[in-house]
């Protein structure tokens, strides 16, 4: 039998045995999912290799499920992701109710994003797309909160995504007769003009949905603060790069055909930039921290979505270096949220202060994170960012670079805020009795956090994988290896690393905060919470008089008009709209049945007398 | 050899005369032998169906007269699988209801079941009849059968649904008499087939005249969009399990009238566009209504008459694809909707107004009923990999084909209306708290009722993973609707060689 | 003279049936409704009779000594659809008037407009 | 030709019985004209040489679709715009 | 406003209807090779029943009819199930008009002759006009007529229940008898006799019969539940 379809089968009857045994007391239902979590990922990394393939054919359409290079690494970000998660999961999730629901989620999204990522054909993608769909949105309103909000709205823009998506794959379908990615791509210069510019738009918005791009982006803090931490990590990791990959591998294609600078390409850039944008500005306004990290997730989805639009190779290399990145970081930070909710009860920052001690491991961890999410060297989302810049700068997008720079440099602010809130400060007697989260918690959080540090040391770890994936959709490196496009990067044997020059500026910078630590060290002071400079603000008696409240409200009041009008408003009055549209329409069916009737003679009679138009008779 | 398709109308009518007599030995087999009538002829469909597969159309005589004569039974591939999905939504109604309303007292009871029957034999011979006037009687029968168990329950509006359908259904009958007096007066025969290979000698003017009113006249038993306002308020008020047997009897016999029409009797090659345009029109209206329902039956009536639409546009692609996607349709709404009327009905079991408000967090207490009702929805909207998505993505494809992008469109559109609408359902029954002021006291569902369900279930689970289990079925319907000149063949000239 | 018995007879039973649609259409009594729904059936079985007829035709029975006459005879065929029609109609008719009575035990009126309380 | 002036008087009676029975308020006189319409078409069956139909709607249209109608009229209300005055205060039985 | 509508609507369909129907021409032979010759024919020479619509109703198109029996059966069940009350609720008969003493005495002069000609039109439908539905709805207004004279006269639902279900029984049985012995439902099985003689066209007159049992019992049934129904 061949592995591939052995992998989904065990992850399916994985996810039923663990939904089945879920009500069974004892630990059979946590071995169970342990297990068919890693067992298909040990098989995976063991049993399947790229190039690999599996064909069949089903209800009359053809399907072709191979390992690309390029899928093989999104694979590695999914499994690695997914492991850690599940096994946070375990103990996070302890004594929730409804928790076979949880697992069999858990694992079935695991299996899409597995099949979405082995798919070459566009119905098994959207199969599978689909499947990830509706476990996500279980997901999201497992916990319960808001479900009649935040839930459908994420269903509402997935199905809108979904939908624009097949839209798009039923035209390819109908204008080659095949439903083969390969067979898109290769006839795509072939379409005629308004086909080559829908059929990326529609899958623009549909990839635009799950990567939570600027006006699609409305679900994305809700769903990503609602669904439980240990799923979140995975969600805001893992999931929303399944837009990612789907951009890459099917608008590279497409949009290949666009030469570079085309206004095409341009719009998605811009759209990405302005995610980044918007969603930094967001984030910093937040004062709990699931909803910062959703919005942060916007904003560096964001950048991808640059790297993508911008389309050179190191674009594309850049992009795709921060989409393994963002999984990393983004996984550990939500993961590091999820036990101090956990443990204290609560995830927001007005509330939360002064952890540092209490929880060492868990702020070494976000400590990383914030590093590798700030772009700080020598941590790996530094990489990504230089190559970013270094491909903006190389394709003649001042504007984007100033845009970029500016919204990466606002995400210091979130940044510290994250860190500031929870971690430092004052400690208060309420957080007296929290502990450390336990092991299996913090175990896979060290080890995504010191996943950033290693691909930030040896970024050739990945490169290496996302350049033969480059290859494999057709991008040539025109500047000899891939590596070498960017000042960045040297060669140390056979692995990558930076240039030695970079470390020196890193030992100098590291060697200064050292000081700085241990002179300061004795002038510490301790202030209590209400000692606080409120900038002039006379703060109001019912205020939560937290550090925390307003902590960036200059910068916030400077930006204001840019976030004056939420998008949000404006699906919400569309939304309200259409209800209110559809409320006129069952008016029709007033109740009377004489009226119906009526309606009854006035069809017959329309038609007798549109005869010779209809039936051209 | 289990028997012959003329069988499938005689038995139950034989049983509909016999069970007031054996109702006064013992009152039990007023209940048990619908049920075993009901069995035999799912099992002389399946086995018909089979041999029909294997050996080519059935044509049955009645009376030893050949077929323009006399009244004839066609049993092919496309009628065969209607047949089939209509006899097997008859045993698992029966069998979901058998212990149903067990306080009621001994008349209504026996009555039930015997309208159930005739429900279900009536919209049989609709389907494989071969005469049109023997398919206006057997509308008739349908539509009796029909009102009276709208009006079943005493309690509730349950009359006042019963007479909008009845004068709705009046009215159709009015309607078929004088498209068929027509016809008569113009072809002289009765006959389908017949009337199929005369119909180029008629005036066009008089057949578009008697396309209309046959249209218009079964359009009302098919639900198209502005005959159907009976439908939503006849399932609402009609108990739970008939408003399963509306969605998947009464509508299929409904639509396989229409298609017959406009495929095989009628010449008119617009009035595959005039199917398209209906269609839409039902669909869109239909799906926006459902979005701003406050009962649950009413929600799902709304939604079975949008799905009735779409399978009207998917058979006016016209296409062997169309029509394959329109019978998977068929096919698919068969299966899911009476699980949605079967659960949900368990639902608000308890419930006076029967409101969506009233179940929140049910799923806590009900969890396997509520878990399928769950399991419903998200085939019906089409998600992967249940049954819905496949006969949706053929829709798609098909009307691809043809290039009707505007079509896809609308219809990706209103799906994502249908996706909200049974989202928010699912919602409140899962993840919303149990409020003991608001929400419906559980009733945990009766043994028959969890196997009837459960086997509704399977089959979403079986067409969603396997989809292939029945598209070879489908297709050969789809060639045998398609294929008019054989139908003609087969009925006048094959079909008397094949007389038993 | 026979074209205008030819009018006559399709534009009463077409008349008939318009009148019966309009009692329907209008008429706010869930009887007259009834009465109506008996009016249209009416006139489609004088149409449909009206289709089958032979002029100068007999009926078609055949009477000893005339076997033969079967050129001469009307069309029994719509004779047999309109027996079955009218036992149908009947039938219907009947349900509809149960149907009434049990509404007017509900509502206490007979007025449609009153009887709405299924609606939207 | 008497013949057709029969005719034509019975179908001028079938449609004025046909609007008399829509347009009167009191139900039982538009029963009784629709029972007039059924005994008209019964004579125009027979002159159609349908004698078969004429038997059927003789005593089903005739004598006993009229006889249910005036049951209900009986167990209802006699006059079209009436509402009911008997029992107007009793709430509707449940 | 809505009755002008309705009026306006109207005039469009009557219309197309009159478009529809007003070409055909009153009283003329109109197609060359429809049915109607065959049944024609065929009535006579292999039938050889006089009644060539009795022969349509019961043999060629017998399908139709037993289809109609069902309906109307189903609309006598439809009747009892929508009226039904629980017991306590069943008050007596309504009353449409107090009866008088000649009303009585013709009401029983005449039942046993309405009743006798009913049986005579359903027994004599292969010969003569009529035949099981006109024979049993005169019966049906036989015992209309004495449930309107006499405020006590009863009669038995079970008796009702039996013949008509013994009567339906009877048909399908001969249907399938017909399925057993020729092959296909209602086929004759009996002999068809000499035209015009009382036995004559095989199995056309039992069925009529049983047709005529059913229907009066059916009628009657219906009258008698619906004039029970009191509010």
């Known amino acids: 039998m061949n592995t591939i379809i052995l992998i989904f089968i065990i992850f399916l009857a994985g996810a039923i045995l663990t939904f089945l045994a879920s009500n069974i007391k004892g630990l059979l239902k946590e071995v169970l999912f342990l297990a068919s979590v890693i067992v298909p990922v040990v098989m995976f990394f063991t049993g399947v290799k790229a190039g690999d393939s599996f064909n069949f054919h089903l209800a009359g359409f053809a399907f072709q499920w191979e390992i690309t290079p390029l899928g093989y690494l999104f694979a590695l970000i999914v499994t690695g992701l997914g492991v850690m998660a599940a096994i946070y999961a375990v103990s996070a999730m302890q004594k929730t109710k409804n928790l076979g629901l949880f697992y069999f989620n858990f694992i079935l999204s695991i299996m899409s994003m597995l099949g979405i990522l082995f798919s070459r054909d566009l119905v098994s993608f959207f199969i599978f797309w689909e499947i990830m769909t509706w476990s996500s949105y279980l997901m999201v309103v497992y916990q319960g909160k808001d479900v009649q909000k935040v839930g459908i709205k994420y269903f509402i823009f997935s199905a809108i995504g979904a939908y624009a998506m097949l839209m798009a794959i039923v035209m390819v379908y109908s204008l080659t007769g095949s439903m083969m990615i390969d067979k898109m791509i290769q006839s795509y210069a072939g379409f005629a003009f308004n086909m080559q510019i829908i059929i990326p738009i529609l899958f623009l918005i549909g990839f635009g949905v799950k990567s939570a791009m600027m006006p699609l982006h409305v679900w994305a803090p809700g769903a990503y603060s609602h669904s439980p931490m240990a799923f979140t990590s995975l969600f805001s990791g893992a999931l929303s790069k399944m837009g990612i990959y789907g951009m890459v591998i099917v608008m590279a294609g497409m949009i290949a055909y666009f030469p570079e600078g085309h206004w095409f390409r341009i719009v998605i850039a811009w759209l990405g930039g302005i995610t980044a944008v918007g969603g930094t500005l967001w984030a910093i306004a937040q004062d709990d921290a699931k909803k910062l990290l959703a919005y942060s997730s916007v904003a560096q989805l964001g950048y991808i979505i640059v790297g993508v639009g911008i389309g050179t190779p190191l674009a594309m290399l850049a992009a795709l270096f921060m989409a393994v990145m963002h999984a990393l970081f983004k996984g550990t930070l939500f993961m590091a949220v999820g036990a101090i909710e956990k443990q204290t009860g609560t995830s927001n920052f007005t509330e939360v202060t002064g952890l540092i001690r209490k929880m060492p491991l868990t702020f070494l961890a976000s400590l990383m994170g914030i590093i590798a999410l700030a772009g700080i060297p020598p941590l790996g989302g530094f990489v990504g960012k230089w190559m970013l810049y270094e491909s903006l700068i190389g394709s003649d997008h001042y504007l984007l670079v100033i845009v970029i720079f500016f919204s990466s440099t606002a995400a210091f602010l979130y940044c510290y805020k994250f860190l500031f809130g929870f971690f430092l400060g004052q400690e208060e007697k309420e957080w007296e009795h929290v502990k450390e989260a336990p092991v299996l918690m913090v175990i896979p959080m060290i080890i995504l956090a010191g996943g950033t540090f290693l691909l930030g040391t040896f970024p050739g770890l990945v490169i290496k994988p996302i350049s033969a994936g480059l290859e494999q959709l057709g991008y040539a490196a025109t500047q000899g290896k891939y590596w070498e496009m960017s000042m960045l990067f040297n060669e140390w044997g056979d692995q990558v690393v930076l240039e030695p020059i970079l470390y020196a500026i890193i030992a100098v910078f590291a060697f200064f905060l050292v000081f700085l630590l241990i002179k300061n060290h004795k002038n510490t002071r301790y202030v209590s919470t209400k000692d606080i400079s409120t900038s002039g603000e006379v703060p109001k008696e019912h205020e939560n008089l937290t550090f925390i409240q307003n902590f960036f409200q200059p910068f916030l009041r400077a930006v204001e008009p840019l976030m004056k009008r939420q998008i949000d408003f404006y699906y919400n009055g569309f939304g309200k709209g259409i209800e209110a549209l559809f409320d006129f329409t069952r008016r029709i069916y007033t109740g009377n049945g004489q009226t119906y009737a009526l309606y009854a003679i006035i069809f017959v009679v329309i038609f007798l007398l549109l005869k010779t138009t209809l039936f051209g008779i | ?500 | ?120 | ?94 | 406003m809505r009755k002008f509508l309705v009026i306006l609507i109207l005039a469009v369909l009557g219309f197309y209807l009159f478009e529809a129907f007003s070409g055909l021409g009153l009283g003329f032979p109109r197609f060359e090779h429809g049915v109607k010759d065959y049944y024609l024919d065929k009535t006579v020479s292999e039938l050889h029943v006089a009644n060539t619509v009795t022969s349509i109703v019961v043999s060629f198109r017998g399908f139709d009819t037993l289809g109609e029996v069902t309906v109307l059966f189903l609309a006598v069940s439809a009747l009892g199930s929508v009226l039904y009350k629980r017991r306590h609720d069943v008050g007596s008969r309504s009353i449409l008009f107090a009866s008088s003493g000649i009303v009585r005495s013709g009401s029983k002069l005449l039942f046993p002759a309405i009743i006798l000609l009913g049986v005579y039109i359903f027994i004599h439908g292969h010969l003569t006009p009529g035949g099981g539905f006109q024979g049993g709805a005169i019966i049906a207004t036989g015992f209309l007529l004495m449930l309107l004279a006499y405020e006590n006269f009863r009669v038995s639902h079970h008796v009702l229940s039996y013949v008509e279900s013994l009567a339906g029984i009877i048909f399908v049985v001969i249907g399938l008898l017909g399925f057993i012995d020729g092959g296909t439902f209602l086929q004759n099985f009996l002999p068809s006799g000499i035209l015009n003689e009382l036995f004559s066209g095989g199995v056309i007159g039992i069925i009529y019969v049983m047709v005529g049992f059913k229907v009066a019992a059916e009628l009657t049934g219906l009258i008698y539940s619906v004039l029970h129904e009191k509010d």
Not at chain 2, 449 to 464: E, H, K
């Open chain 3, 1 to 120: 003279m026979y074209k205008f018995l030819e009018y006559g007879v399709y534009g009463a039973s077409i008349l008939l049936i318009l009148i019966g649609l309009y009692a329907v259409l209008t008429k706010k009594s869930l009887i007259k409704i009834v009465i109506g729904l008996s009016i249209i059936d009416g006139g489609i079985h004088l149409l449909l009779i009206t289709i089958g007829y032979l002029r100068q035709g007999t009926a078609p029975i055949f009477s000893p000594g005339f076997e033969n006459a079967a050129a001469k005879m009307v069309d029994p065929v719509p004779q047999a659809l309109v027996l079955t029609a009218i036992v149908i109609g009947f039938g219907v008719t009947a349900v509809a008037l149960s149907l009434v009575i049990r509404l007017y035990r509900h509502h206490r009126t007979l007025q449609i407009d009153e009887i709405k309380s299924l609606k939207w």
């Open chain 4, 1 to 94: 030709m008497i013949y057709l002036i029969l005719i034509f008087f019975l179908l001028i009676l079938m449609v004025g019985a046909a609007i008399y029975a829509v347009v009167q308020k009191d139900l039982l006189y538009a029963v009784i004209a629709t029972g007039v319409i059924s005994l008209v078409l019964t004579v125009l069956f027979y002159i159609l040489q349908a004698p078969d139909v004429a038997l059927t709607e003789a005593a089903i249209g005739v004598a006993l679709t009229t006889i249910i109608f005036l049951i209900t009229i009986r167990n209802t209300l006699r006059h079209e715009d009436e509402y009911s005055n008997k029992d107007k205060f009793k709430s509707p039985t449940k």
């Open chain 2, 1 to 500: 050899m289990v028997g012959s398709p003329v069988l499938l109308i005689a038995v139950p009518l034989l049983a509909a005369f016999v069970i007031p007599l054996i109702g006064m030995i013992w009152k039990e087999l007023v209940r048990i032998v619908p049920g075993l009538v009901l069995a035999y002829m799912l099992v002389l469909s399946v086995t018909l169906l089979v041999e029909v597969n294997q050996n080519g159309t059935i044509v049955e005589t009645i009376a030893g007269w050949k077929a323009p004569w006399g009244i004839n039974l066609v049993y092919s591939n496309l009628t065969g699988l209607l047949a089939t999905i209509i006899t097997t939504l008859g045993f698992l109604v029966w069998m979901f209801s058998y212990r149903f309303k067990r306080n009621v007292d001994f008349e209504p009871a026996k009555k039930y079941f015997i309208f159930l029957m005739m429900l279900v034999a009536g919209a049989t011979g609709i389907v494989i009849t071969g005469d049109i006037f023997n398919q206006f009687v057997f509308i008739e029968i349908t539509g009796i059968s029909a009102y009276a168990l709208t009006a079943f329950y005493t309690g509730r509006n349950s009359a006042e649904a019963a007479f909008k359908y009845l004068m709705m259904g009046s009215l159709a009958s009015s309607f078929l008499l004088i498209a068929i007096a027509i016809i008569y007066s113009q072809l002289g025969t009765l006959n389908m087939a017949e009337i199929a290979s005369k119909m180029h000698t008629m005036d066009p003017v008089f057949k578009v005249i008697a396309l209309i009113f046959f249209i218009t006249g079964i359009g009302i038993e098919a639900e198209i969009f502005p005959l159907n306002g009976w439908a939503p308020d006849a399932y609402t008020e009609a108990p739970g399990p008939i408003g399963a047997a509306f969605a998947g009897v009464v509508v299929k016999a409904g639509i396989y009238a229409v298609i017959r029409m406009v495929f095989t009797l009628f010449d008119i090659p617009a009035a595959h566009d005039f199917l398209i345009t209906i269609g839409l029109i039902t669909l869109i209206v239909a799906e926006s209504t459902a979005l701003r329902q406050e009962k649950l039956k009413r929600m799902l009536a709304y939604s079975s008459i949008g799905q009735m639409g779409l399978v009207l546009v998917a058979f006016g692609i016209g296409t062997h694809a169309g029509v394959f996607a329109a019978l998977f349709l068929m096919l698919n709404h068969a299966v899911i909707k009476p699980l949605l009327f079967f659960s949900g009905s368990y639902l608000v079991f308890n419930s006076k107004e029967k409101r969506i408000s009233e179940v929140n967090g049910l799923g806590k207490f009900m969890p396997y009923t509520a878990g399928l009702f769950a399991l419903g929805s998200f085939a019906i909207v089409g998600l992967p990999p249940f049954a819905g998505f496949w006969s949706k993505l053929s829709v798609l494809t098909a009307a691809a084909d043809e290039g009707l992008l505007l079509v896809i469109a609308l219809v990706l559109i209103v799906s994502v209306i249908e996706i909200v609408y049974y989202f928010r359902v699912v919602n409140r029954i899962f993840f919303q708290e149990y409020n003991k002021e608001e929400s419906v006291v559980p009733h945990k569902p009766r043994f028959n009722a969890i196997i009837a369900m459960t086997v509704l279930a399977i089959l979403i689970l079986v067409i969603g993973f396997y989809p292939d289990a029945v598209t070879g079925m489908l297709h050969s319907a789809s060639s045998d609707l398609l294929d008019k000149s054989g139908y003609i063949d087969n009925v006048l000239q094959v079909g008397q060689s094949l007389i038993r």
